[in-house]
């Protein structure tokens, strides 16, 4: 929302390739977060960080990998091990930890 | 670990007619409560929250309640209109540890008829 970037808006991706999505947000804020949104389950957390050059597991970050050396950068790798990548993932970023969250505008990933 | 369960998962109103959406987490230390409306293909967009220290906030024809004891919170919106169609999130903030984790409900789709 505002200051924070997402792309691309569409990815696709062929079996047993690894593909990262970008995030970029300029709100100054230090936590961020990914999530993946499949129709009918809501947003599940993947990876998310509270500072620089550190990181924790969601519920759901098996075949995914991210990295956080800037404070404005979350990328997220989705590598050939996650078996069922097509779905929505939305990134989001917020002044600390778990306070109120602002979106991206998600990229659409689709296996071909 | 932590747990958010969201109910019902649609919700058909009339316009002009009020809708409730039903929220219960797990963790005991959660303590802030956002509700977030995304419209079709769009990102989420925060509507309304609330603190563990408040039981009630009101905005206009959107309202939260909270209930820790029995750790539950509602979003209610009063005289619906076309345009609060859309999907709905709860979320909870998972303080254990300090993670800060926010944690989504599983969706409602609110339906409005004109």
């Known amino acids: 929302d505002g200051g924070i970037t997402q792309s691309p808006k569409y990815l696709f991706r062929k079996e047993g390739q690894n593909v990262t999505l970008s995030c970029e947000q300029n709100?100054?804020?230090?936590?961020m977060y990914w999530y993946r949104q499949d129709p009918g389950q809501g947003l599940r957390l993947i990876y998310y960080?509270?500072?620089?050059?550190?990181?924790q597991k969601g519920d759901i970050a098996e075949g995914y990998s991210v990295s956080r050396e800037k404070k404005e950068s979350f990328p997220l790798t989705v590598t050939s091990a996650q078996k069922n990548p097509t779905a929505f993932y939305l990134c989001a970023s917020s002044i600390l930890a778990g306070g109120q969250a602002f979106f991206g505008q998600g990229t659409r990933l689709t296996v071909v | 670990g932590e747990n958010v369960e969201q109910h019902p998962s649609t919700l058909s109103v009339q316009e002009g007619d009020s809708a409730v959406i039903k929220c219960t987490y797990s963790d005991s230390a959660s303590n802030y409560f956002p509700w977030y409306k995304q419209e079709l293909g769009k990102r989420p967009q925060l509507i309304i929250d609330i603190r563990s220290n408040v039981g009630e906030k009101k905005d206009q024809r959107i309202a939260v309640t909270l209930n820790k004891t029995a750790k539950h919170f509602s979003l209610h919106i009063t005289e619906t209109q076309p345009e609060d169609s859309a999907v709905y999130f709860c979320?909870?903030?998972?303080?254990?540890?300090?993670?800060?984790?926010?944690?989504f409900g599983q969706g409602t789709t609110l339906q409005v008829k004109p």
């Open positions: 979320a909870a903030s998972s303080g254990s540890s300090n993670t800060g984790k926010l944690i």
């Open positions: 960080s509270q500072i620089v050059n550190d990181f």
């Open positions: 709100l100054n804020h230090d936590a």
